[in-house]
């Protein structure tokens, strides 16, 4: 079964430097997500993807972060300058298309920022 | 931001018996649900979902129940299993288009022999 991968799994970090964490979603889904979820806080929705360009973004989602599709296969989120408060769960989803709405999750990277 | 409620932040259940997740949302602009399970070290995993227009949609052991007028839904699990035992979310969407899930925060569910 068709399933969203993500890498690292875990990514440890100093305060002001860059990640990226990466996602390859499902072959043939159009739409594609990223989501956080701190240590005992909700499901955040980040920013989502479409057609090459950013179709909408939460207010979490500042000028720190920005999303790439380098490819035909990879979805990036990258993080200028990472903060004590960006160690989440970091989930990216992808779509076949909004109607319907069910989105699939991948496995998660987990970012520390120490 | 507390537009999807989750009341209950744990359940437990007998094996064999009905496990009934509970879910408020407080916009009234969802017009769509969808019901997340969560093992840890795991991504949520897509259950079940039901669209405003409906109030019961059914596959297998799973049937999700949507009041409306109570903005209120539900999520049973009959006969519960040990392998139903995670964190279920409720999520809802606004009118087709957009894109973001607002989340919940979560129901731990155990199931026990």
């Known amino acids: 079964e068709p399933e969203v991968t993500q890498t690292p799994s875990h990514q440890v970090t100093q305060m002001g430097q860059e990640v990226i964490l990466r996602c390859v979603p499902i072959?043939?889904?159009?739409?594609f997500y990223w989501y956080r979820q701190i240590l005992g806080q909700k499901v955040e929705f980040l920013v989502s993807f479409y057609n090459n360009e950013i179709s909408e973004k939460s207010e979490i989602f500042d000028d720190q972060f920005s999303v790439e599709r380098p490819d035909g296969s990879n979805f990036t989120l990258k993080i200028r300058s990472t903060k004590l408060e960006d160690s989440a769960m970091y989930f990216c989803?992808?779509?076949?298309?909004?109607?319907?709405?069910?989105?699939?999750f991948g496995p998660g990277t987990r970012l520390t920022v120490l | 931001d507390q537009q999807v409620k989750q009341n209950s932040p744990s359940l437990s259940v007998q094996e064999g018996r009905i496990s009934i997740l509970n879910c408020d949302y407080t916009n009234s602009m969802f017009d769509y649900f969808l019901w997340y399970k969560k093992y840890p070290a795991e991504g949520p995993t897509f259950l079940i979902s039901?669209?405003?227009?409906?109030d019961k949609n059914e596959d297998g052991r799973f049937t999700v129940f949507l009041n409306k007028s109570a903005k209120h839904l539900s999520l049973h699990i009959v006969p519960s299993q040990p392998g139903d035992s995670a964190v279920y979310f409720c999520?809802?969407?606004?009118?087709?288009?957009?894109?973001?899930?607002?989340f919940g925060q979560g129901t731990r569910l155990t199931i026990n022999p």
């Open positions: 999520a809802a969407i606004k009118p087709r288009g957009a894109q973001k899930l607002v």
């Open positions: 989803a992808s779509s076949p298309d909004p109607v319907g709405n069910e989105q699939f």
């Open positions: 039901i669209s405003s227009i409906k």
């Open positions: 072959s043939n889904h159009l739409y």
